[in-house]
């Protein structure tokens, strides 16, 4: 009787090594906590009642996704389209940094969870931009999610031409982990002003009757959609007094486009270049890069109110503080932390090639 033979596990690494090479994809970073690839609802057409989670939608036809939708059956369609999933959540995601992720769009999107926008890509018509090669990730806020219960992702679509649809890469939730954690977490909630006014910068501003935000988010999905140019981040937080004495370094996360930060009142660092007139582009990699500036000894107060205060300006498409990590981190843990990329690099990787091999 033959046996099956046993492929050593270096073997089946070199393998899964030729047939699926690592590339620079964000699975660095997260862990899937809800595997989404499968059959969603979808519809053409476009009505913004589909975007409600209490909307019926069992007569709507079933897609694969990813996939595009030429390939499951409407070929050489051109035009809207809506996606709807429902899913369960978990009690265990409370306190984590929640992210969707839906790999490529083609070629516009604007994303719904439980009937509130979390994010988009992309411009459509009448003023229409593609943005069919940007790695879809919006966060989801504590308030957007029903941890006990049902929950709908709603996605627009717009295809002007070729392939349409959700077509590629990840599609789940994920928990948002970062290449350094903060040793202390700043509040999630931000005061906001679009504009540009350099006093913002000053700790004894008076910012009561700013918009409340959540950080971090695209300020897009919080009510200021299409928004671009000048805006301002203030924020009040205590430093607990063990830190006194410590080389302390402020993370501000990923900012679309460019930022300068103040410590109370002090410019601590900031990048890119501010314009002086509008940018209706921009080619630069600013907004990829993680802020982090190191703390200058004696600014921060301990046990008392500090202002961090963040002027960004957008060129185009999401702006703001969108992504995280948002706290402080003393310059030990900044440098000796750096092990659990490697390691969750190949972690993330491990769960890209098996939703390849196996769904």
């Not at 490529?104 to 988009?120: M, Q, R, Y």
């Not at 940007?134 to 999610?145: G, H, L, S, V």
Request: hydrophobic share 35%; charged share 25%; glycine share 10%.
């Amino acid at each position: 009787m033959k046996t099956k033979q046993s492929f050593p596990v270096t073997a089946a690494v070199l393998f899964l090594l030729a047939a699926f090479p690592i590339s620079n994809s964000q699975a660095a970073d997260t862990h899937r906590l809800l595997n989404l690839r499968g059959h969603w609802k979808f519809t053409l057409g476009d009505s913004s009642a589909w975007s409600n989670p209490r909307f019926d939608d069992r007569n709507w036809s079933e897609i694969y996704v990813p996939s595009s939708w030429e390939e499951e059956g409407y070929p050489g369609y051109d035009g809207y389209s809506w996606y709807r999933k429902h899913f369960k959540a978990s009690g265990s995601w409370i306190g984590k940094d929640l992210i969707i992720e839906l790999g490529k769009v083609d070629d516009v999107d604007e994303v719904f969870l439980n009937g509130k926008p979390i994010g988009g890509g992309g411009t459509f018509p009448p003023h229409y931009e593609s943005a069919y090669n940007m790695e879809r990730r919006y966060p989801i806020t504590p308030d957007m999610i029903d941890f006990d219960g049902d929950n709908v992702i709603a996605v627009r679509v717009f295809d002007d031409q070729g392939p349409g649809g959700i077509v590629d890469g990840r599609v789940g939730i994920y928990e948002q982990r970062y290449y350094v954690d903060p040793d202390m977490y700043l509040p999630q909630s931000w005061k906001f002003k679009t504009g540009d006014d350099m006093n913002w910068k000053d700790p004894g501003y008076n910012d009561a009757d700013w918009t409340l935000v959540h950080v971090p988010a695209a300020w897009e999905t919080q009510g200021f959609k299409g928004y671009d140019g000048y805006a301002w981040y203030r924020v009040k937080f205590s430093v607990p007094d063990k830190y006194d004495g410590e080389n302390l370094i402020m993370l501000v996360g990923k900012i679309d486009d460019f930022d300068e930060v103040y410590l109370n009142g002090t410019r601590i660092g900031r990048t890119g270049q501010m314009p002086k007139y509008k940018m209706n582009y921009n080619n630069s990699d600013e907004y990829r890069q993680d802020r982090a500036y190191m703390v200058p000894p004696g600014l921060l107060k301990f046990k008392k109110d500090n202002v961090l205060a963040v002027r960004v300006y957008d060129a185009w498409q999401a702006g703001g503080i969108y992504e995280g990590p948002i706290g402080l981190v003393t310059r030990q843990h900044y440098r000796t932390r750096n092990y659990r990329h490697t390691y969750r690099s190949v972690e993330g990787w491990f769960e890209d090639v098996f939703d390849e091999i196996f769904h």
